[in-house]
């Protein structure tokens, strides 16, 4: 597992989203934060191409609030939360290998799914354990990311061949 400091950046409220409840809303939140370079080699060496090379990570977090707290803070789409509310907040993302699980209205059973690649659809795994990503409104400007690095399975191996006697060959 690694750690990563965060570099302020604004959280935005993305969507005001309505709920069975109508007193009840869930806030769509947005923080795009700035990867150091040493840690997305690949995205320092590809700069300029799209979704690789831009080194911004897009966190979104989604946060339960009553209808009184967006009357309060006139909470509106693409509102700073942090200077609506006059509170510093930031997005924290934890990586771990425990799924959130949960009972839906309907008695059914829902489950998270676990980080995928977005080019392959594979999951991503670390010591064949599926990683899963949160990621939370945290009003604690020291708290820090933490982050599962993925096993390599897909990496490309250098085979040398061996060589093949003349006669062996078929024409």
Not at 80 to 92: E, M, V
Request: charged fraction near 25%.
């Amino acid at each position: 597992m690694s750690e990563n400091t965060n570099t302020i950046a604004e959280v935005t409220v993305e969507q005001i989203l309505t709920t069975s409840n109508p007193d009840i809303f869930q806030l769509q939140l947005r923080q795009e934060v700035e990867k150091p370079a040493e840690s997305n080699q690949l995205g320092f060496f590809l700069q300029g191409y799209p979704g690789v090379g831009d080194s911004i990570e897009r966190r979104v977090a989604f946060q339960t609030v009553s209808s009184q707290f967006i009357e309060e803070y006139s909470i509106v789409e693409g509102c700073n939360l942090g200077d609506t509310i006059d509170k510093p907040c930031q997005l924290i993302v934890t990586e771990t290998f425990n799924k959130r699980v949960w009972t839906n209205k309907d008695g059914s059973k829902g489950e998270q799914s676990p980080k995928v690649n977005p080019s392959t659809g594979d999951t991503l795994m670390r010591d064949g354990r599926p990683i899963y990503r949160n990621c939370e409104l945290s009003f604690d400007m020291s708290a820090v990311c933490t982050y599962i690095e993925h096993d390599k399975a897909n990496a490309v191996k250098t085979v040398k061949p061996e060589p093949v006697a003349a006669a062996d060959l078929e024409f």
